[in-house]
């Protein structure tokens, strides 16, 4: 399957941004596939932020972002979405979308996903 990650951009504090995850070339049903939200900032190792199950859209989130960052789905339209509220500094790093068919692993483990977007850069600035 392949991942296409858009929406990362340069924020102030307190600022919004919605990344955008558009999956295409799979093997199964879209609804087969659970879909991660990652991000890597520099020196540090990938950590997963938010995902959610296509098949019932059961949804998790790291501690860091509740009731900052929601995830949703369009599957009609092939699409994962993570908006992103009252972003801080600390948010800052590269965010990629990653998704397993089938998955058998917590959806926020790095080592959950098959396959990886590019990733989409997110800063934000005092």
């Known amino acids: 399957v392949q991942l296409v990650e858009s929406g990362g951009n340069s924020v102030q504090t307190g600022g919004s941004l919605k990344l955008t995850c558009i999956l295409s070339?799979?093997?199964?049903?879209?609804?087969?596939?659970?879909v991660g939200w990652f991000r890597q900032a520099p020196g540090k190792d990938r950590e997963g932020v938010a995902c959610?199950?296509?098949?019932?859209?059961?949804?998790f989130y790291a501690d860091s972002v509740k009731g900052r960052f929601t995830v949703t789905s369009d599957s009609a339209q092939n699409t994962v979405y993570l908006e992103m509220n009252s972003l801080t500094p600390e948010d800052t790093a590269m965010y990629y979308c990653?998704?397993?068919?089938?998955?058998?692993?917590?959806?926020?483990?790095?080592?959950?996903?098959?396959?990886w977007g590019q990733g989409t850069q997110v800063t934000v600035s005092t």
């Open positions: 990653g998704a397993e068919v089938f998955s058998l692993t917590h959806c926020l483990s790095a080592s959950m996903p098959d396959y």
């Open positions: 070339k799979f093997s199964f049903k879209i609804r087969d596939y659970t």
């Open positions: 959610i199950d296509l098949q019932d859209d059961t949804t």
